[in-house]
């Protein structure tokens, strides 16, 4: 079948270029580059940076924003990318379309990926025009997780003689009993995991996008306390100036740390839900699909729990930094594919 197996082709290619415009995304966040390129989707007005270089009065417009070249290349780099992403989900939609009768994806399916990717490309536009807001920042890495939430299931989901003896949906056993048959458990315990992951990532965003990590640069403690002086108010208000530059944050120390101080309590209870999800699947032989997930998905939670420290312990290194991203998307592909086993019939 070429439309499948085009579309698996796209799909794996998709998968694999958003995980990486997930962790540039970190990278540019980190190294203060989300103003290299203060326009969109341009640079200066140029289609690269080395445009905008060679133009001396290019950077004119922007007088409080001088080219970085270094900058300007990594977030330029991060939108090229993008663009290019947003090419393989439209031709991902246009196969989708064209192979509806053999029923290969689900239209609506393919459409809603689509729509995410250009509500992402919105976002992605007012994260540099609104000046790095910490709501729109967050929400433009929620939407980059979603879309390869959307992509990897997606693969997950493609006919099993698209991909033959090794296929990645379940062995082939019927999922049967009741609402609180093994499996039922098994799946609802999942979900509350991919809930409370997802949740945590949020929280992980807002704290990037703060500039809050270092507001509890100890650990278990913060500030040398178990809980310090605290300011729930202004730590989660998702309104504030729009003309305000974000860049480095402008919340108070005592917000900031309320933000890290919450991210922690989330880690805890989210490594706690995963974890028992993934142990419930192993203690059942009747589960032979999802077993191998199971064990991928701990060992990606005991991976990210490590780089959470480690980040605390060595005073948070910037590819400390950009791989607890990177290891946040994997645990949720990780979850995912738990629970895709756990579906599949």
């Known amino acids: 079948m070429p439309f499948t197996r085009w579309i698996r082709r796209l799909a794996v290619a998709g998968v694999l270029l958003c995980f990486a415009v997930v962790v540039l995304g970190a990278y540019v966040r980190l190294t203060a580059a989300g103003l290299g390129c203060p326009d969109w989707p341009g640079c200066y ?14 950077p004119s417009a922007w007088p409080n924003r001088p080219l970085e070249p270094g900058k300007a290349w990594r977030e330029m780099i991060h939108r090229y990318a993008a663009g290019t992403l947003a090419a393989v989900i439209l031709a991902i939609a246009v196969l989708a379309i064209a192979a509806r009768r053999q029923r290969v994806v689900k239209v609506w399916f393919a459409l809603t990926l689509l729509g995410a990717v250009i509500v992402q490309a919105l976002l992605g536009m007012l994260t540099v025009t609104w000046q790095l807001r910490p709501a729109i920042v967050t929400l433009h890495l929620l939407l980059g997780m979603s879309t390869l939430a959307l992509l990897w ?7 099993v003689d698209s991909w033959g003896a090794t296929s990645l949906r379940s062995a082939g056993r019927a999922i049967e009993g009741g609402a609180n048959s093994p499996f039922a458990m098994a799946r609802r315990l999942t979900r509350l995991g991919l809930l409370a992951l997802a949740l945590q990532i949020a929280l992980g965003g807002w704290t990037s996008s703060n500039y809050a990590a270092l507001a509890c640069p100890d650990l278990p403690t913060c500030q040398g ?5 605290t300011d729930f108010r202004h730590a989660f208000a998702l309104h504030s100036g729009a003309q305000i530059d974000y860049e480095g944050g402008v919340l108070d120390n005592p917000a900031r740390a309320t933000i890290q101080l919450t991210h922690r309590v989330g880690a805890l209870v989210t490594a706690v839900i995963l974890t028992l999800a993934a142990l419930f699947v192993l203690r059942r032989r009747s589960f032979p699909g999802a077993r191998l997930p199971a064990w991928l998905l701990l060992a990606a939670l005991a991976l990210q729990l490590v780089i959470g420290v480690s980040m605390v312990l060595k005073s948070f290194p910037l590819w400390l930094a950009t791989s607890h991203t990177a290891e946040a998307a994997l645990l949720l592909l990780a979850t995912l594919a738990v629970l895709r086993r756990l579906s599949a019939r």
């Open 153 to 159: 299931w997606l693969l997950l989901s493609l006919p």
């Open 225 to 229: 306390a178990w809980w310090p002086h």
């Open 45 to 58: 007005g140029h289609l690269t940076p080395a445009g905008a270089e060679h133009n001396p009065d290019a």
